[in-house]
């Protein structure tokens, strides 16, 4: 199923699936694979959790390991790295949209859940929602009534890039 009609399927639902079956109903299994190679499906599995995760699409995960130059087999295969890069994409705290700063009130920090490792979020001048990280920035996917997705406490929220705590690529 394609992320955008999933997303308008999910959007709303009060305490649904929990952000594993999310991932699943959205089509973002590639995002999926990141979860399991990190050895944290039971985390994300779970319905009494309050996250928000920043959950890329099948295209932005491709991209994100050719900028590693490794295959998905060899970045799945390295546990560590993907523990890292899904705790960077995930925060402690739901942050449903209304928590983003309007254009022109700068960017709000958010934690994640890699000690000291932050990420920025902020809005463009058309209101469209973006999450900045370390290396790069990520767009939110969707419209406006759509961003949030409610998985049971959680929230996901659809991303056009890999968030990573590492600058990438040569």
Not at 41 to 52: A, D, H, I, L, W
Not at 74 to 90: F, G, S
Not at 120 to 131: D, F, G, H, I, N
Request: hydrophobic share 45%.
């Amino acid at each position: 199923m394609a992320a955008g009609s999933a997303a308008q399927q999910v959007a709303g639902a009060k305490f649904g699936p929990n952000v594993y079956e999310c991932l699943t109903k959205l089509g973002l299994t590639k995002f999926q694979q990141i979860i399991d190679a990190a050895g944290m499906k039971p985390f994300f599995s779970t319905t009494y959790q309050s996250n928000t995760l920043f959950a890329a699409t099948n295209a932005a995960v491709d991209r994100f390991y050719a900028a590693l130059q490794m295959t998905e087999a060899e970045a799945l295969a390295d546990r560590a790295l993907m523990k890292k890069v899904l705790q960077y994409n995930t925060a402690p705290y739901v942050r449903r949209t209304s928590y983003w700063p309007t254009y022109q009130n700068g960017f709000k920090k958010q934690k994640t859940l890699i000690p000291a490792m932050m990420l920025k979020l902020w809005s463009t001048r058309t209101e469209r929602k973006a999450v900045q990280g370390f290396a790069q920035t990520a767009a939110l996917i969707g419209k406006p009534n759509t961003y949030d997705l409610t998985c049971a406490k959680s929230v996901v929220h659809v991303t056009n890039t890999v968030l990573v705590p590492i600058v990438m690529g040569s």
